[in-house]
């Protein structure tokens, strides 16, 4: 029996497969039935320390679709962080103010920290480079829709993956579902040793390329992902790999048919809008089914009965 009542949803570590099919299956109750009051009178607070449009937005969208309701900030300067107030401070005050927090954070490892403070359940919005499982279930859910399935497919995650936080989550959760993985990256952006080494001692089977043309053929899901400028300690070394990879129509002619192109958003110049009305592009059905995965997961750590 799975019960989600009450946990944190940190990292694609602490999800086990059934756990991830079992929340797959809970966003696909949402899409056929709108539950309209099933969170009625619960309240979520979506601290945002960085930037967000997809994530804060799909959060309050689900919430007041389930007929609950938000508060929180989307800039740490007009909350008293600016004072001085500790994330654990704060954590501590907002815990009282309601049901549920969803944190984005720049500092790795500072959602674990919270959930470690807070009585209510925390859900992850993305920490740093480290992790952004709530993408990743809805990257996970996109696959499945749109491929029928997610085992025994061909995925190449491309682009930023040293500093690519969905790029960390996704590779983690597919170690699960005996997938085929090719990283895609230049040689400075590498998918972290620690990742690389999980996946080996898991047996998962995986290879790291410079460019994509020679592997397109047989890729089922192309995953591009932004070159994260803000992560980078230097700016020049962000100029040396910020036009890496630039996906456009004609690296498509060898592609499958029913290849499917994915990129959590926002892109900046990784895929030309070229791509935008071709049957590759699916980032922008990708970004909207954030709206029942959010549904799903607020449903669950909430207790809510479908
Ligand atoms: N994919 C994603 O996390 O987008 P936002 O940064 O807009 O939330």
Not at 109 to 129: F, H, M, Q, T
Not at 283 to 293: D, M, R
Request: charged share 25%; with cysteine.
């Amino acid at each position: 029996m799975i019960n989600f009542k009450g946990k944190n949803i940190i990292s694609m570590h602490d999800l086990s497969k059934q756990e991830i099919i079992h929340i797959l299956k809970t966003a696909e109750c949402m899409e056929k039935k709108k539950y309209y009051d099933l969170l009625k009178g619960k309240i979520l607070a979506t601290l945002f320390f960085e930037p967000s449009t997809r994530t804060k937005l799909s959060f309050h969208s689900a919430m007041k679709q389930l007929g609950g309701s938000t508060i929180g900030f989307s800039d740490a300067q007009t909350s008293s962080t600016t004072k001085g107030e500790s994330l654990h401070d704060t954590i501590r005050m907002v815990e009282q103010y309601c049901d549920a927090i969803v944190m984005r954070h720049p500092l790795d490892g500072s959602a674990r920290l919270a959930a470690e403070i807070a009585s209510v359940p925390v859900i992850n919005g993305g920490d740093g480079k480290n992790q952004h499982p709530t993408q990743t279930l809805l990257d996970l859910y996109t696959i499945k829709k749109t491929q029928g399935k997610i085992s025994k497919l061909h995925v190449a995650i491309l682009g930023d993956l040293k500093y690519g936080r969905t790029a960390h989550s996704l590779a983690t959760a597919l170690s699960l579902f005996d997938c085929k993985l090719s990283f895609i990256s230049p040689p400075s952006l590498r998918m972290p040793r620690q990742i690389c080494d999980e996946l080996t001692e898991k047996n998962i089977h995986f290879t790291e390329h410079e460019s994509v043309e020679k592997i397109i053929p047989d890729i089922d899901i192309l995953y591009s992902t932004r070159i994260q400028r803000e992560r980078f300690p230097d700016p020049r070394e962000y100029e040396m790999v910020k036009n890496a990879f630039i996906l456009d129509t004609p690296l498509f002619k060898n592609a499958k048919p029913t290849l499917k192109l994915l990129h959590p958003l926002p892109r900046v110049n990784e895929i030309t809008t070229n791509m935008d009305a071709t049957p590759y592009a699916s980032y922008f059905e990708q970004a909207g089914n954030g709206i029942p995965i959010r549904k799903a997961v607020l449903a669950l750590v909430l207790g809510a009965k479908l």
